[in-house]
């Protein structure tokens, strides 16, 4: 099950530099991240949302795929099949970019629009949906984050701990045993 974890910051770059080190801590397993959004709110109180996954691309290169599969198994039917693979590649991939694009994935938009509408200016949030984590690891690696929770999954004791991590920069090793809540 993914817990969703909803941290903000002072800083207008700040969440990005955490998306980033969280990134670098999935490609060593550290963490598996199902979706990651970043919300900045300018000067101005305008909302920019950084989507981590490109849905249209996912949905190109699915569709692409099982459009090539099929066109293929067409062409063989017309015994031509090099250009079913090719056409149906080419219309699974278009089709699979619109569908992708129309698709939510991930972190409800709702939610994340309406928590980011009350993030004060000048300031960033990270919207992390965590399938798996090594929290001891991904506690030590962010040590020195600053920042608050706003909106979590997680159970109390778990949001406190990171709460308490992510406040003073600092990690307490006070953790009882067995209990492993992911971090953001």
């Known amino acids: ?30 963490v598996d991240l199902e979706d990651a959004v970043v919300a900045v ?4 109180g305008k909302v920019n949302l ?11 290169a ?6 090539a599969l099929w066109g293929s198994l067409v062409g063989l039917l017309f015994l031509n099949p090099l250009a ?3 056409i149906g590649g080419l219309v699974g991939a278009g089709t699979g970019a619109i ?3 129309m698709t939510d994935y991930g972190i409800d938009d709702g939610l994340i629009k309406s928590l980011a509408d009350t993030i004060p200016p000048n300031s960033s949030a990270l919207f992390v949906l965590v399938r798996k984590v090594q ?15 706003l909106r979590s999954s997680l159970s109390p004791e778990q949001e406190a701990r990171l709460s308490q991590a992510i406040s003073s920069g600092s990690i307490s090793s006070g953790a009882t045993s067995g209990s492993t809540p992911p971090a953001a």
């Open 135 to 149: 929290p001891e690891k991904v506690l030590a690696e962010l040590k020195g984050v600053r920042g608050r929770v």
């Open 62 to 67: 699915s569709g692409g795929l099982s459009g």
């Open 41 to 44: 709110r300018d000067g101005d």
């Open 50 to 60: 950084k989507q981590s996954i490109n849905l249209a691309a996912v949905g190109a």
């Open 1 to 30: 099950m993914s817990e969703l974890i909803v941290v903000g910051f002072d800083s207008p770059t700040e969440a990005d530099r955490v998306l980033g080190e969280l990134v670098r801590m999935k490609k060593e397993y550290l």
């Open 84 to 86: 079913g693979l090719a």
């Open 99 to 101: 569908s992708g694009s």
